[in-house]
């Protein structure tokens, strides 16, 4: 490919899964000399994050790239992460190079004509769909009864973010938080899976996630997600070393060379890899790799927009490490405004994207609508 126009939008919008807060990503729209166009996303969420990630693709990243002339996405890659030396180890550098080698790639698959999970060899046809939720409604009864709604209507799985801003106090402590896995086990059965995602709202101690997790297990929980902030190694060793449940972590990992310290310190069993966030959708693949090797689950963080979903759900077919999928049960303009054709699960399960690429066709008026200027 050769590439002749690059182009950066800031959207902001508000979302439902949230209790419709405002929420802030960047797309980056790639062009070929030949019209081809490609779509990458950046979820670099703060206003300030965004702007410089913006920045950074149209001052940095894309003229380097423009002025290549004939390439490929694994030179484009590399071309990055050779220029990004000094600063590239995470943070901005990574947000911005993986929309733009999420756009990359969905030209490689046009050009081809392919669906990129046809391209890498599709090992799945199609993975359980997971209704990924906030814990955020205003009584406990309600937090249950909003499960259970994700489950009738279809989704095998449910995960639970708790400590997040909320009508109510329920998940924000331990004791709330496993009435809630008790509660929701009860009303559901044992038929269904339920995951529980600490994340950066709760800080427990390692004593606190010890006793929380073994009483989860009680009532079948299929892994606890982010127990501890992401550098707390040793509390990450104390808790596996002390419960049976998956430990997953990683979402808010940056590179390859830091989700491999991560394998390397055999703390988790789940990795959570976010394309539009780790070095793109080749860090995501060589991540995954890296992950079969050691024998971990992979799990896409696809908590975005539909072009991060698509990425997401092409990358997942196509490893034999995952075993779910992951979706925002309630719709949001990115996701269901954004696109054609949105992800959807049908009858529980999520499968491929036919068309080539990225398999979804963005509405242009969509994104100006949605862009932020401030």
């Known amino acids: 490919m050769k590439l002749a126009r690059l182009k950066t939008y800031v959207l902001r919008y508000v979302d439902p899964n949230d209790l419709n807060r405002e929420r802030m990503t960047v797309l980056a729209r790639l062009e070929t000399t030949d019209g081809v166009v490609g779509w990458g996303e950046a979820i670099a969420m703060w206003p300030e994050a965004c702007r410089a990630t913006a920045l950074l693709i149209e001052e940095g990243f894309g003229p380097l790239l423009l002025q290549t002339g004939e390439t490929s996405v ?3 890659w590399q071309k990055m992460r050779d220029h990004s030396w000094w600063y590239g180890e995470g943070g901005i550098a990574s947000f911005a190079l993986s929309a733009i080698d999420m756009a990359l790639w969905d030209i490689h698959g046009k050009i081809q004509g392919q669906p990129l999970s046809a391209l890498w060899g599709q090992h799945h046809d199609r993975l359980p769909a997971n209704a990924s939720c906030h814990v955020n409604k205003e009584s406990l009864s309600a937090c249950i009864d909003e499960a259970m709604g994700f489950f009738s209507a ?3 799985s449910v995960k639970l973010g708790l400590g997040k801003k909320s009508l109510s106090t329920i998940g924000h402590d331990p004791e709330s938080s496993i009435a809630l896995v008790a509660g929701l086990r009860r009303a559901a059965g044992p038929h269904v899976e339920i995951l529980v995602d600490v994340g950066n709202g709760l800080r427990w101690d390692a004593d606190t996630a010890v006793d929380s997790v073994r009483r989860m297990s009680e009532h079948d929980i299929g892994w606890v997600e982010e127990p501890f902030y ?5 509390d990450y060793r104390l808790l596996k070393a002390a419960v049976a449940v998956p430990i997953a972590s990683g979402e808010r990992e940056w590179t390859v060379a830091g989700y491999q310290r991560l394998i390397d310190s055999a703390t988790v069993d789940v ?5 539009a966030r780790a070095e793109g959708i080749t860090g995501f693949r ?4 890296c992950a079969g090797e050691a024998g971990l689950t992979v799990n896409a963080h696809a908590w975005s927009t539909a072009i991060t979903t698509a990425a997401s759900l092409h990358l ?6 995952t075993r779910l999928f992951e979706l925002k049960p309630f719709p949001v303009a990115v996701q269901q405004e954004l ?3 949105p992800v959807a699960q049908v009858d529980g399960f999520v499968t491929g994207l036919s068309g080539p690429g990225l398999g979804v066709e963005v509405d242009e008026a969509a994104v100006q609508r949605l862009s932020y200027q401030g």
């Not at 992401?230 to 040793?234: E, G, N, Q, S, V």
């Not at 990795?271 to 394309?275: E, R, V």
């Not at 997942?316 to 490490?321: D, E, G, Q, V």
């Open 74 to 76: 694994a030179q484009c």
């Open 154 to 156: 279809g989704f095998r």
């Open 230 to 234: 992401p550098t707390h190694l040793k």
């Open 339 to 341: 696109v054609a054709t």
């Open 271 to 275: 990795l959570g890899i976010d394309p």
């Open 286 to 289: 060589k991540i995954d790799q």
């Open 316 to 321: 997942s077919l196509a490893s034999p490490n």
